[in-house]
């Protein structure tokens, strides 16, 4: 990196994000690299991913998204209502728009600082199915909300195994080749889910996961039949909806609503790709 990079540091629900306006700034062409060096926390800038904002032909815009570890994530649901943000903020794009994902295009809708995100269709929902971890039986769910996840009921969250149970399921060998994200959901008749959720890629616990509270009101929607909207409590406090139209274990018109948030803007120094 010879000179500073313009970055914004963003978050939805907890999320956490380095934005980066790529048409006008120049990244390293090494971008797992420059990824896993910036996102990490205290010795650099610190976040839960990389998201680039970059010009389209067809679409308002197109984004490069990638998880801490440098990995490229197809999707990210907080991420997509930071990206929509600040390309409103940024006059890229008016309060409706359409961006270019690996996931395919998603919409979006400013509202205020609300965002509300149509994702793409949801593909294979598996309900009830049994895999053996560490030696025990585990009932769970699972769902492709743009990225796997699995959805995990529990009784309770706060002395839930987030991360030794989450990692083991993410790297299951039922998940194989690419790995799953991990959600363990409890729900609460009347007040909606509490959900808290091990990501692929961060390879932890994150305050929030969009498309993963996507995928646990879905599943929670065909396994107890919920109707839509349903409030998703995350692991921040942070509140984001799910909206939807179902049909038995097909869903459709999957909205994503929360809040984008602008925390600051500053200069990327050479110093924060020093090991």
């Known amino acids: 990196m010879e000179k500073p990079i313009l970055f914004f540091k963003m978050n939805g629900c907890g999320n956490d994000f380095i934005v980066i306006d790529s048409r006008s700034a120049q990244v390293p062409t090494d971008l797992a690299a420059f990824t896993r060096s910036v996102c990490r926390r205290k010795l650099s800038v610190g976040a839960d991913g990389l998201i680039l904002i970059e010009p389209s032909d067809r679409y308002d815009f197109q984004w490069q998204f990638y998880n801490s570890d440098g990995s490229r994530a197809e999707m ?50 598996r ?16 769902i492709n909300t743009g ?33 799953t994200n991990v959600n363990f959901v409890f729900t609460a008749e009347g007040e909606g889910l509490q959900v808290r959720t091990y990501e692929r890629g961060v390879e932890d616990e994150t305050l929030a996961c969009g498309t993963g509270c996507v995928a646990s009101a879905l599943i929670t929607a065909a396994r107890r039949e919920w109707s839509s909207p349903i409030p998703v409590t995350t692991r921040s406090g942070g509140i ?23 925390v600051y803007r500053a200069d990327l120094q050479p110093d924060a790709l020093m090991v």
Do not use: W
């Not at 309900?127 to 699972?142: H, M, P, Q, T, Y």
């Not at 909806?241 to 984008?260: M, N, P, S």
């Open 147 to 179: 990225v796997p996840h699995v959805v995990l009921e529990q009784n309770g969250l706060a002395d839930a195994d987030i991360v030794s149970l989450g990692r083991a399921i993410r790297h299951h060998e039922a998940f194989a080749p690419s790995g």
């Open 127 to 142: 309900i009830d199915f049994a895999i053996s971890v560490k030696g025990e039986k585990r009932v769970l769910s699972s």
């Open 76 to 125: 990210c649901g907080n991420g997509a209502r930071c990206a929509a943000r600040f390309a409103y903020e940024a006059g890229i794009a008016g309060e409706k728009m359409v961006f270019k994902t690996d996931a395919g295009p998603i919409e979006a809708e400013m509202r205020g600082e609300q965002v509300k995100l149509k994702m793409t269709p949801p593909l294979d929902c």
């Open 240 to 262: 984001l909806t799910i909206h939807f139209q179902q049909a038995g274990r097909q869903f459709r018109e999957v909205y994503l609503e929360g809040d984008a948030r602008i």
